[in-house]
């Protein structure tokens, strides 16, 4: 007769809930990234001449990590075509919006942020720095002039 112990049932059950969950989320994620390409692609402009023809590349840098589909694309249109206040303007370089909208799941929220920010006194580079996503892989000190 096998005698079973509760103590290595449980840790097997949690190590094949983990197991599952690493496993699955990344597929998550990836589903959640090809829907917001999806919401972007031929739909949103990346520049004021109205292209809506994406680079792969930055299309996946504006989708990484995002939850909710459609907040990036939306965060960033409002962005180039909101007349959010920078400082000085509100015409923006588009890799500065991509690197602010990059991986949000609430717009509205990251461009209150910003312009908190902004009201506050902080520079607008620094501000894109304080509102980007948590954990966002796009963080990066390559930001382009936008005088």
């Known amino acids: ?13 949690s190590i094949l809930g983990f197991l599952t969950a690493l496993h699955m989320s990344p597929a ?3 589903e959640h990234e090809a829907d917001c390409a999806k919401h972007i692609q031929d739909k949103v402009a990346w520049d004021s001449s109205g292209h809506t023809k994406w ?11 995002t939850t909710v589909a459609k907040e990036p694309g939306e965060c960033f249109d409002k962005v180039m075509n909101g007349h959010v206040k920078w400082g ?10 991509l690197r602010l909208c990059s991986g949000t ?26 509102c980007q996503v948590k954990g966002s892989k796009f963080k990066s000190s ?3 002039d936008m005088k």
Do not use: R
Request: aromatic share 8%; proline share 2%; net charge negative.
């Open 28 to 30: 998550m994620a990836n």
């Open 88 to 97: 000085e303007g509100d015409k923006w370089e588009w890799e500065n919006a």
């Open 1 to 13: 007769m096998v005698a079973i112990n509760p103590k290595t049932i449980l840790k097997s059950i």
């Open 105 to 130: 799941n609430d717009s509205d929220q990251t461009i209150s942020c910003f312009q908190k920010q902004i009201h506050a006194g902080t520079t607008w580079n620094e501000a894109i720095l304080q």
């Open 55 to 65: 680079e792969k590349n930055n299309i996946t840098k504006l989708c990484n990590g």
């Open 142 to 144: 390559n930001y382009v």
